[in-house]
Every structure is written in C-alpha cells, then in structure tokens.
Nanobody, 119 residues
Framework: QVPLVESGGGLVQAGGSLRLSCAAS????????MGWFRQAPGKERELVAR????????YYADSVKGRFTISRDIPKNTVFLQMNSLKPEDTAVYYC????????????WGQGTQVTVSS
C-alpha cells in the first residue's frame, strides 16, 4: 500500500496561484510515477500532469501547459503541483495518484483536495 495525503487546495481569485502537495508513505520504493488528476462537477476525471519517479519525465494536459508545473522531492516522497494563472475552469477536486509499474494504470489514490477559482 501507498497511502497518499494531499494538501494545499483552497479558494483563489482568477489569475492567482496555488501549490498542491501530495505526500506518499508506506511502500514508497514501489513508486514508478505520480500524477495529479482533477474532476469538476458533472465531468469525468482527467489527468492534469504526471511525473516519473526515477527519470523525472513529465506530461501535461494541453489545458494546463505553461501554467502548471509538476515536481517531486524524492527524499520526502512528495509530489507538488504549482498552479499559476488560475482560471475559473480549473475549479475541481484535485487527486494525487501513484502508479507502481510502467503500465498505463494508477494503483493508489489520495482523498482529493478542492480547488476553487473565482472570477
């Protein structure tokens, strides 16, 4: 098991910034990649960004490229999502996730943190 604890969500005005954190514990040696998803009301959950644990390869959804940055602190088993130039359409519950293999699937999920961007 790899329990995940997210923090850093909140309410911010459009154009503002937030930094999300996700701390992993347990079998952290098994982490292959970590990522951030989000789910807005009435919409499907979507992948926002991901990073491989060993090689730091990253991926971003087109909707957040140039505004969001994913990074990791390996000794602290923590992944971050720096969100700048936030827009009302970024409003969602943001979830941290872990994949333990190179297969395109996610094995562990956090409880989610609410991000609300007001216009």
């Amino acid at each position: 098991q790899v329990p995940l604890v997210e923090s850093g969500g909140g309410l911010v005005q459009a154009g503002g910034s937030l930094r999300l954190s996700c701390a992993a514990s347990g079998r952290t040696f098994s982490i292959y990649r970590m990522g951030w998803f989000r789910q807005a009301p009435g919409k499907e959950r979507e992948l926002v960004a991901r990073i491989t644990w060993g090689g730091s390869s990253t991926y971003y959804a087109d909707s957040v490229k140039g505004r969001f940055t994913i990074s990791r602190d390996i000794p602290k088993n923590t992944v971050f999502l720096q969100m700048n130039s936030l827009k009302p359409e970024d409003t969602a519950v943001y979830y941290c996730a872990v994949g333990i293999t190179s297969q395109p699937k996610w094995d562990y999920w956090g409880q989610g943190t609410q991000v609300t961007v007001s216009s």
